[in-house]
C-alpha cells in the first residue's frame, strides 16, 4: 500500500524559512517522480515543483530561487524547502506521485506566512 505522509508545515514570520518533508512507504521514490503541489485560490491543486527519478529537479517560475526540492533515498523521504516565504504563500502543500497510473496523494500540511 502506498503511502505519502507530509510534515513541517505551520506558522512562520514573512521572511522565514520552512522546510517540509513528504514520507512515503509502498514505494521507493527514486523510481518515481514526485511533485510538490499546493491549494490554490478556488481549491484546485497546482503543481509547482517536481523532481524526477534522475534527481533533476522543475520548479514554476513564481517560486524559482526561494524553494528547492530535494529527496534522501535512504529515508525515502522528499523535502520542500522553502525561504523568503511570502504571506501569499499561505496554503495547505500536498505531495504526489503516480503509481501504476493512480494519483496518490498525502493529507496535507498548512503552511501560515503571518506576522
Known amino acids: 500500500q502506498v503511502q505519502l505522509v507530509e510534515s513541517g508545515g505551520g506558522l512562520v514570520q514573512p521572511g522565514g524559512s520552512l522546510r517540509l518533508s513528504c514520507a512515503a512507504s509502498?514505494?521507493?521514490?527514486?523510481?518515481?517522480?514526485m511533485h510538490w503541489y499546493r491549494q490554490g485560490p478556488e481549491n484546485q491543486r497546482e503543481l509547482f515543483a517536481n523532481?524526477?527519478?534522475?534527481?533533476?529537479?522543475n520548479y514554476l517560475d513564481a517560486v524559482k530561487g526561494r524553494f528547492t526540492v530535494s529527496r534522501d533515498n535512504a529515508k525515502n523521504t522528499m523535502y520542500l524547502q522553502m525561504n523568503d516565504l511570502k504571506p501569499e504563500i499561505t496554503t495547505v502543500y500536498y505531495c504526489?506521485?503516480?503509481?501504476?497510473?493512480?494519483?496518490?496523494w498525502g493529507q496535507g500540511t498548512q503552511v501560515t506566512v503571518s506576522s
Open positions: 504526489n506521485t503516480v503509481y501504476r497510473t493512480q494519483d496518490m
Open positions: 523532481i524526477f527519478s534522475d534527481g533533476a529537479t
Open positions: 509502498g514505494i521507493n521514490i527514486s523510481l518515481y517522480t
